[in-house]
């Protein structure tokens, strides 16, 4: 062959391997909007540093992984995501073992500020009175320091802290109060903890079942789904459904579920109750007297043999499989009925959906 052939045949096999190697690692573009959608909290492995953030439409045309990462290559999520909190323009994302918050606009995922200091071991937020409240399990080894943090909204920073008894997990806001579910960290909590937002004080707290896992407010009450204590417990305690008048913070039903049953994932809309039992879903009504003994549907033709997280929006239902908490999990939309209508593979563990 002719030097100039040579020349030509190392050219393309240049260009034919760079190729290769650049589709090997894809550079992806920020979709420039990431509202009228859901933002899927993928957790990540414990002390892997992999959380992440995915993106999927409302007509479910668009899906991105990643976005945080996309959007803000220069910054690292972090390790364990715990929560993310909507608030005004601004998406607060809860990172539990890195102990940090990170701020950004939650319809462009471009980084607004990054919260450390004030926080152990944060795993929830929600908003009153112009503040942002975080549970802090603390230590989780020691049953007293555990407390929520007061965030001011402007500075972002915390202002204070209301300490409370161990393992406050979900926390949800009404009437300028807070509502803490205390789960008990690694122990085994009952208890609902009450928190005035004007004047960050706790105020009263209200005995519920074992292990508070969720809440909702509708209409003047607040509703709690108690997960029971688990098999490998001392003590193996089923689950219940509390409803609380926020009138007089008084129980006003509980309804028990049979023994070895241990619900989760509570989600109310227009009066229509959800909530998971491993891979099922089952659907009620708030008028309801007792619990339904036949589930809307399973998971497990899916291969879903735990719901992971789960939420229900426009008819639709919304489910998450971490798979082998390792792997890249799943998200699963179903219809109001349980039919299966869409899937997509997220990040790992994905862990919460947040309508935007």
């Not at 009404?174 to 085994?188: M, P, S, W």
């Not at 339904?292 to 426009?314: E, I, M």
Request: hydrophobic share 35%; charged share 10%.
């Amino acid at each position: 062959m002719k030097f100039s052939k040579l020349v030509f045949v190392a050219l393309v096999s240049s260009v034919f391997f760079v190729s290769c190697s650049d589709d090997d690692a894809v550079v992806e573009t920020p979709l420039g909007s990431y509202d009228n959608g859901v933002l899927i909290l993928n957790q990540g492995g414990f002390g892997h540093g992999d959380a992440s953030v995915s993106y999927l439409s409302d007509d479910f045309a668009t899906q991105q992984n990643n976005i945080f990462s996309i959007v803000n290559p220069t910054i690292t999520l972090g390790d364990t995501g715990q929560d993310v909190g909507l608030y005004q323009n601004l998406a607060f994302i809860v990172l539990n073992y890195s102990n940090k918050i990170e701020v950004v606009n939650r319809y462009t995922m471009v980084h607004v500020a990054t919260i450390t200091t004030g926080l152990n071991n944060p795993r929830y937020i929600a908003f009153s009175n112009g503040k942002g409240f975080v549970t802090n399990w603390g230590d989780a080894g020691i049953p007293t320091d555990d407390y929520v943090a007061v965030l001011n909204l402007s500075s972002y920073a915390v202002s204070s802290t209301i300490p409370v008894a161990e393992g406050p997990e979900r926390i949800i806001e009404n009437d300028n109060k807070l509502y803490v579910a205390q789960t008990g960290g690694y122990g085994y909590g009952n208890k609902i903890s009450v928190i005035n937002g004007t004047n960050n004080t706790l105020t009263t707290t209200i005995n519920v079942g074992d292990v508070p896992n969720s809440l909702e407010v509708n209409n003047g009450s607040l509703y709690v789904i108690c997960g029971g204590k688990p098999s490998y417990a001392p003590t193996e305690t089923a689950g219940s459904f509390v409803k609380i008048n926020l009138t007089n913070n008084t129980v006003t039903s509980t309804l028990n579920f049979p023994a070895a049953s241990h619900p989760s994932n509570l989600d109310i809309v227009d009066n229509n109750v959800f909530y998971t039992v491993g891979s099922s879903i089952f659907k009620s009504t708030l008028s309801a007297t007792t619990l339904p003994t036949t589930a809307l549907f399973t998971t497990t033709a899916q291969g879903v043999y735990g719901v992971y997280s789960f939420s229900v929006h426009n008819d639709k239902v919304y489910v998450g499989d971490a798979g082998d908490y390792n792997s890249n999990g799943k998200i699963y939309v179903y219809s109001s009925t349980g039919i299966l209508e869409h899937n997509y593979t997220v990040g790992v563990i994905p862990a919460g959906f947040y309508f935007n």
